[in-house]
């Protein structure tokens, strides 16, 4: 298997542990996607927007289009979509930003409400999976 690891610039500091923020692997024709779980921290590992459910999914989703495009993909490769967050009554919230996104991609999706994410003042952590033929040039 033929496996690449995505750091883009913004997240080549922060690495903190035996994980890698994405992992292209090399399916022929096709390159499969995996995304870590992104929770809004800043560069710092310092919390973006503590409270704010709308502005740290904007932020997370951000930074998703940062780690696709190091694949060569766009957030229409995305298949598959799992969103947490610490109060499901902030669903909507979530959900009109996700929407703005993914609104004509259309991936399967999972929401969780958790009990907390990875540091104080995070309130939402999203995860993604994208397939990519290597043949596209699509853009955002």
């Not at 750091?7 to 024709?29: M, T």
């Not at 947490?84 to 004509?104: G, H, Q």
Request: charged residues 25%.
């Amino acid at each position: 298997m033929n496996k690449k690891q995505l750091c883009p610039e913004f997240f080549a500091h922060k690495k903190r542990g035996a994980y890698s923020y994405g992992i292209s692997v090399d399916l022929g024709n096709q390159e499969m996607i995996f995304l870590t779980g992104l929770a809004a921290l800043d560069e710092w590992g310092n919390p973006v927007f503590p409270g704010n459910y709308s502005k740290q999914t904007e932020y997370i989703f951000s930074r998703i289009e940062d780690l696709l495009a190091e694949a060569d993909a766009t957030i229409y490769d995305i298949i598959r979509v799992v969103i947490y967050i610490t109060d499901i009554n902030r669903f909507d919230d979530v959900a009109k930003i996700r929407n703005k996104y993914l609104w004509d991609v259309k991936p399967v999706s999972t929401l969780v409400e958790v009990s907390g994410i990875v540091k104080e003042g995070c309130n939402v952590e999203i995860e993604v999976t994208a397939i990519k033929d290597k043949s596209d040039t699509k853009l955002v």
